[in-house]
T-cell receptor
Framework: AQSVSQHNHHVILSEAASLELGCNYSYGGTVNLFWYVQYPGQHLQLLLKYFSGDPLVKGIKGFEAEFIKSKFSFNLRKPSVQWSDTAEYFCALKGGGSYIPTFGRGTSLIVHP | GAGVSQSPSNKVTEKGKDVELRCDPISGHTALYWYRQSLGQGLEFLIYFQGNSAPDKSGLPSDRFSAERTGGSVSTLTIQRTQQEDSAVYLC???????????FGPGTRLLVL
């Protein structure tokens, strides 16, 4: 079985603060990892993904995530957040070539201007 | 109109009634997923269609839930004898293939009174 944990359910930051959202997973084999974002009133969309290769993955809007296999983690980072980053962020995992992703419960990020 | 569309956007129904939710995937996408998102929860996988293969129904929570995909395109999720715990946002996603990026629709918000 595979599972994803997002420990921070709600994060509140001021603009220009640095961001790190935690994502830990449980699966013993090869993994594909994803971060999705849902802006208020918009569709869920892919922010970035890791399949293989460089464990530091860069996505849209200045976001990046680092796959640390030894820690079973795929934390999302951004050095300086903006008010427009206010959204719900979901981490997801596909293990062992599975075509069905497992999602975390999401982290609600609010950025104050 | 290149995105995934879903209808209706909102549905209010009485307990015990049947409902049908529709998903129009992106043209040419062979993979189609249905998810359920309850308040404060992550996305719960319901069912997966890939081309002409038999669907993966392993996520359907009960036999009151069923889905079909006609002609490899439009999909309908049917919930029979709705219960209050069925209240949630039902999301549809499509992708070019099983391992490709998923594109999500806006969801149908279902409220069972």
């Amino acid at each position: 079985a595979q599972s994803v944990s997002q420990h921070n359910h709600h994060v509140i930051l001021s603009e220009a603060a640095s961001l790190e959202l935690g994502c830990n997973y449980s699966y013993g084999g090869t993994v594909n990892l994803f971060w999705y974002v849902q802006y208020p009133g918009q569709h869920l969309q892919l922010l970035l993904k890791y399949f293989s290769g460089d464990p530091l993955v860069k996505g849209i809007k200045g976001f990046e995530a680092e796959f640390i296999k030894s820690k079973f983690s795929f934390n999302l980072r951004k050095p300086s957040v903006q008010w427009s980053d206010t959204a719900e962020y979901f981490c997801a995992l596909k293990g062992g070539g599975s075509y069905i992703p497992t999602f975390g419960r999401g982290t609600s990020l609010i950025v104050h201007p | 109109g290149a995105g995934v569309s879903q209808s209706p956007s909102n549905k209010v129904t009485e307990k015990g009634k049947d409902v049908e939710l529709r998903c129009d995937p992106i043209s040419g996408h062979t993979a189609l997923y249905w998810y359920r998102q309850s308040l404060g929860q992550g996305l719960e996988f319901l069912i997966y269609f890939q081309g002409n293969s038999a669907p993966d129904k392993s996520g359907l929570p009960s036999d009151r839930f069923s889905a079909e995909r006609t002609g490899g395109s439009v999909s309908t999720l049917t919930i029979q004898r709705t219960q209050q715990e069925d209240s949630a946002v039902y999301l549809c996603a499509s992708s070019l293939g099983a391992q490709e990026t998923q594109y999500f629709g806006p969801g149908t918000r279902l409220l069972v009174l």
